[in-house]
């Protein structure tokens, strides 16, 4: 018995050590791996682009809409890239930062900015992304997109 429990403290001590000996990404490592989301979703490969998220993932757009599950954020996405108002369009992220909030969680803020949109024009606003380590893999687990607005009230249409 005085065996086994010293397996399991040296276990528990051992075993939050050994995880944290991972080091966090860095925000290279963050900006290649949403690189490489976007590319997806500009050349409309979605079960590419899927992969990004974790299967329980959640998205907030700046347009309003949300998802939630891998397989919606696919849906949608394709919805919405593919036949949508940004057919053809293309997106481009800059992660501007990226905080360790535990160990296997770390925030990254983005700027995105949307071109070639249909009839002209373009998109720009920021996403804060929260990603997860599972299986030595980094997946998106949230994004909040928004398009920032002058501070006060907005002017309401008749």
């Not at 010293?6 to 860095?26: D, H, K």
Request: charged fraction near 20%; proline fraction near 3%; charge should be positive.
């Amino acid at each position: 018995m005085r065996v086994l429990t010293g397996i399991l403290v040296v276990a528990a001590l051992v075993i939050p050590v050994s995880s944290q000996g991972q080091s966090a990404p860095s925000k290279a490592d963050i900006q290649k791996l949403l690189q490489e989301r976007d590319d997806a979703r500009n050349r409309a490969d979605w079960n590419a682009f899927g992969q990004f998220f974790t299967a329980e993932a959640t998205t907030l757009s700046s347009a309003g809409t949300s998802y939630k599950g891998r397989a919606q954020i696919q849906r949608g996405n394709q919805d919405l890239w593919g036949a949508g108002v940004y057919k053809g369009a293309r997106i481009k992220t800059t992660v501007e930062s990226v905080d360790v909030i535990a160990p296997d969680v770390v925030l990254a803020d983005e700027t995105f900015e949307i071109t070639n949109i249909a009839g002209g024009g373009n998109r720009k606003g920021r996403t804060a992304v929260v990603l997860v380590r599972s299986n030595n893999a980094w997946k998106v687990a949230a994004t909040r997109s928004m398009v920032p607005t002058a501070a006060g009230a907005l002017k309401t249409s008749p």
